[in-house]
């Protein structure tokens, strides 16, 4: 898909994240977890899309940020397991 057309709602949507068990959330979690810092890093969201599919894209770094901050309940950067 093109630049800055990624939508984090309508991606939750499509992977089920809404109706998974929290054990199966943890699970995609650590996948995207690539350092296992217990943390999701902007540098690891950027690259989500390939976690899902070889030919998926980088996100560009508005997307990115986007998508961090829907997931960063507590602002500090990077997004927990909770």
């Known amino acids: 898909t093109?630049?800055?057309s990624f939508n984090y709602k309508?991606?939750?949507?499509?992977?089920?994240?809404?109706?998974?068990?929290?054990?199966?959330?943890?699970?995609?979690?650590?996948?995207l977890d690539k350092d296992r810092s217990?943390?999701?890093?902007?540098?690891?969201?950027?690259?989500?899309?390939?976690?899902?599919?070889?030919?998926?894209?980088?996100l560009s770094d508005k997307e990115t940020k986007a998508?961090?901050?829907a997931g960063d309940k507590d602002g500090d950067g990077k997004i927990g397991a909770d």
Not at 40 to 54: A, H, N, Q, R, S
């Open 2 to 4: 093109a630049a800055e």
């Open 10 to 31: 309508k991606f939750f949507e499509m992977v089920g994240l809404k109706k998974k068990s929290p054990e199966d959330v943890k699970k995609v979690f650590h996948i």
């Open 38 to 58: 217990g943390f999701i890093e902007e540098d690891e969201l950027k690259f989500v899309l390939k976690g899902f599919t070889p030919e998926g894209r980088d």
């Open 67 to 69: 998508l961090l901050a």
